[in-house]
């Protein structure tokens, strides 16, 4: 969904005619773990980071399953 944020205010609305001075915001996305709308893809939560089973060895970064992971650990 693209959202569109008020440069005056500071308000953002999913349509530009709702706001006085509109400029597009980019696609927001919606988290299925919490229901919170957040700019980025990778957004991280707390029950999501609950979840996770995995760790790489290389970054740290932390996933539910092992083929998100390029050297997954337990």
Do not use: W
């Amino acid at each position: 969904m693209t959202m569109y944020t008020c440069k005056t205010c500071g308000s953002m609305a999913p349509e530009a005619g709702h706001l006085c001075d509109p400029t597009q915001a980019g696609e927001i996305y919606t988290c299925q773990d919490c229901g919170r709308q957040a700019p980025l893809k990778k957004h991280l939560c707390k029950p999501m980071v609950a979840r996770f089973q995995y760790y790489c060895e290389t970054c740290g970064r932390g996933a539910v399953a092992e083929n998100k992971l390029c050297k997954p650990k337990p």
